[in-house]
């Protein structure tokens, strides 16, 4: 069993935590902003001291590659992202380039053989806070392998058109063409050149801390889907119509939404998890009874009878007539869960068992970049526990024992995998 190291995993998280730092915990690092660029200079110059040679790809992905002894054997590679989201903190994506990093570094320092070559590498906008989607280059690189209603969402000439949220004159393409990372479409990772992918992340939620354990052994990301719910009611005056007379399209959105949690909540599914984060009223004016809500229903979990049953209880709104108001149900998108790799899962599974690791077997309920990866080549994850369950925010933590903890089962899976 090899380790990685306290110390060098400490300097590497506490430098990257300077690039885009806001000043008071976190980061606000946004795909290819001069604090990305930051933070890419910075994983060369370690990447380079080590040897490791270094390309970039056509969507600005960056790659760091070792030698591994036996010549024409296909590269492993370890990813994640640089980016983050606004006034986010020090591990969401970064602590997965650093642990590919780390391993490269154990592996040099230690002169630990290996057959294949072993690459770090940085996805570009996977948050896509500033240029949407989120996904987006995994989504580029792995489209001719995604089932198609996702693959028509990540179109690259779509995604160069992307505009900036923050300055409506520039898109992702402008932002890429003057990145000194653009390179070249033939860099891209893909099958012919790549193995496996490993990508170590936090667990963004509370389940590993709860549980009192360090290392999360990914199996799947969950399926979900995702409906608008609609309710058609009347605008009139607010100061002039009876209540009895009302046509009250909030209200009645108000009591579906109601209704819903209760017969969601009777299938007794405690790690079922649904949610409803977006609402448009019509025409959201003080004075004015709103004659249209359109809301959004997020619905997360492994089994794809128990989403049958929720989709059910989504679909019965329509049937029932809600505060005298019209109801309407729309698919926006599905996917169903997506499998990791059974032999890379097992070798996490060992890794962390042989290094002593309080581990157990968990899902994704977040989306992430190996997760379009797996359509392509074997893939699987690790997380690492987040303090209080926390991500997308300052206060996202987890100890230097615990990312070193992660970096230690990434590399001996990797040389499980190297093994093969
Ligand atoms: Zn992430």
């Known amino acids: 069993m090899f380790t990685c190291d ?228 009347q605008s009139d005056h607010a100061g002039t119509t009876p209540m009895h007379k009302r046509q009250d399209a909030l209200f009645a959105a108000a009591q579906a939404l109601c209704y819903l949690h209760e017969e969601i909540d009777k299938l007794g599914r405690p790690e079922l998890v649904y949610t409803t984060g977006e609402i448009v009223c019509h025409p959201n004016v003080h004075t004015v009874i709103p004659d249209m809500i359109d809301f959004s229903i997020d619905v997360r979990h492994e089994d794809p009878e128990l989403r049958a049953k929720v989709l059910e209880i989504v679909k019965s709104l329509e049937q029932k007539e809600w505060a005298r108001c019209k109801c309407e149900v729309e698919l926006a998108w599905q996917r169903d869960t997506v499998y990791f790799d059974k032999e890379l899962v097992g070798y996490v599974k060992e890794s962390a068992d042989e290094l002593g690791t309080k581990n157990q077997l968990i899902n994704s309920g977040a989306g992430h970049d190996a997760q379009f990866a797996s359509y392509m080549m074997p893939t699987t994850m690790i997380f690492v526990p987040s303090k209080d369950g926390h991500s997308h925010c300052e206060p996202e933590f987890t100890t230097v024992e615990e990312c070193t903890k992660g970096a230690s089962v990434l590399l001996n899976a990797v040389l499980k995998t190297d093994k093969k």
Not at 33 to 45: G, I, L, N, T
Not at 51 to 64: K, P, S, V
Not at 108 to 120: G, M, S
Not at 196 to 219: C, K, R, S, Y
């Open 6 to 233: 306290n110390k060098r995993m400490e300097d590497k998280i506490t430098t990257f935590a300077k690039f885009g730092d806001a000043g008071h915990g976190g980061i606000t690092r946004y795909s290819l902003s001069p604090e990305a660029h930051q933070a890419r200079d910075y994983f060369v110059k370690r990447m380079e001291a080590i040897g490791a040679t270094i390309e970039c790809d056509d969507m600005a992905n960056m790659y760091a590659t070792i030698p591994g002894s036996e010549p024409g054997l296909k590269r492993i590679v370890m990813a994640s992202h640089a980016d983050s989201v606004k006034n986010g903190g020090n591990y969401d994506g970064i602590l997965g380039v650093i642990a590919g990093m780390e391993v490269l570094e154990t592996v040099v320092a230690e002169n630990i053989p290996h057959r294949h070559p072993l690459t770090a590498m940085i996805w570009t906008n996977e948050e896509g806070s500033l240029y949407p989607p989120a996904m987006m280059s995994s989504g580029v690189v792995c489209y001719d392998y995604l089932p198609a209603d996702i693959s028509k969402k990540f179109k690259k000439e779509n995604m160069l058109a992307s505009v900036s949220v923050l300055d409506k004159t520039t898109t992702f393409g402008d932002a890429l063409n003057a990145s000194p990372f653009k390179g070249e479409e033939k860099n891209r990772l893909s099958k012919d050149k790549y193995e496996a992918m490993f990508e170590l992340h936090i667990e963004q939620g509370p389940i590993l801390e709860d549980a009192g354990n360090e290392i999360g052994v990914v199996t799947c990301v969950l399926g979900m889907f995702n409906y608008r719910i609609r309710f058609y009611g």
